[in-house]
């Protein structure tokens, strides 16, 4: 099983859905990121958090809403998803500051 | 100034070269570093880390880390099909205490048979 596990892995909806994209790891860790990807644009950071009461703004995070439900759990909101939104989404983990970020397998969204 | 800047446009080497992969970052208090792979549609593969000035090897892969140049890089030797991928470079952000990434664009890897 992934130690970082996305769901759903695909989304398709409409403009002024609210989407709920779901990040649960196994790796203990507790520090977790949101990045979106965009061609051209490489990763951005939506939000990140390093424990239960802890959230942060990331580079881009108008739009969008975080909570972590637990250290093994974070997701991300869209309230009223619009069409600029569609880009793969991407979870990660990490131990501490100073190491590596893991990514989780990444939701592809659509939104018409 | 852009945090993480990788400029190559697309590498293109026959298979059993060396590809030679270029980051320049803009943090002088950066003290960690890293090399990403990440093939279309995946998500991204920690493929090297490196803190200390100097060279670290892994299998075919080299990072090669100058802070004073502020600059780090990725060899691969031996170049296979499989290698085929876009390749990020991330280091940590000491202005947001060390506690992000700020990665690069990324450089796309064509081995070519």
């Known amino acids: 099983d992934a130690d970082v596990t996305q769901t759903p892995r695909n989304r398709i909806t409409k403009t002024g859905k609210r989407i709920m994209l779901e990040c649960s790891q196994t790796k203990g860790h507790d520090r977790m990121y949101w990045y979106r990807q965009d061609p051209g644009l490489g990763l951005r950071l939506i939000y990140y958090?390093?424990?239960?009461?802890?959230?942060n703004k990331g580079e881009i995070s108008d739009g969008y809403s975080v909570s972590r439900q637990a250290q093994a759990k974070f997701s991300l909101s869209l309230e009223s998803a619009i069409p600029n939104q569609t880009a793969l989404y991407f979870c990660a983990t990490s131990d501490r500051s100073n190491q590596p970020q893991h990514f989780g397998d990444g939701t592809r969204l659509s939104i018409l | 100034q852009k945090e993480v800047e990788q400029n190559s446009g697309p590498l293109s080497v026959p298979e059993g070269a060396i590809a030679s992969l270029n980051c320049t970052y803009s943090d002088r208090g950066s003290q960690s570093f890293f090399w990403y792979r990440q093939y279309s549609g995946k998500s991204p593969e920690l493929i090297m880390s490196i803190y200390s000035n100097g060279d670290k090897e892994d299998g075919r892969f080299t990072a090669q880390l100058n802070k004073a140049s502020q600059y780090v890089s990725l060899l691969i030797r031996d170049s296979q099909p499989s290698d085929s991928a876009t390749y990020l470079c991330?280091?940590?952000?000491?202005?947001?205490?060390?506690?992000?990434?700020?990665f690069g664009k990324g450089n796309q890897v064509v081995v070519i048979p």
């Open positions: 958090s390093f424990d239960v009461k802890d959230i």
């Open positions: 991330a280091v940590n952000s000491a202005y947001y205490g060390n506690n992000r990434l700020a």
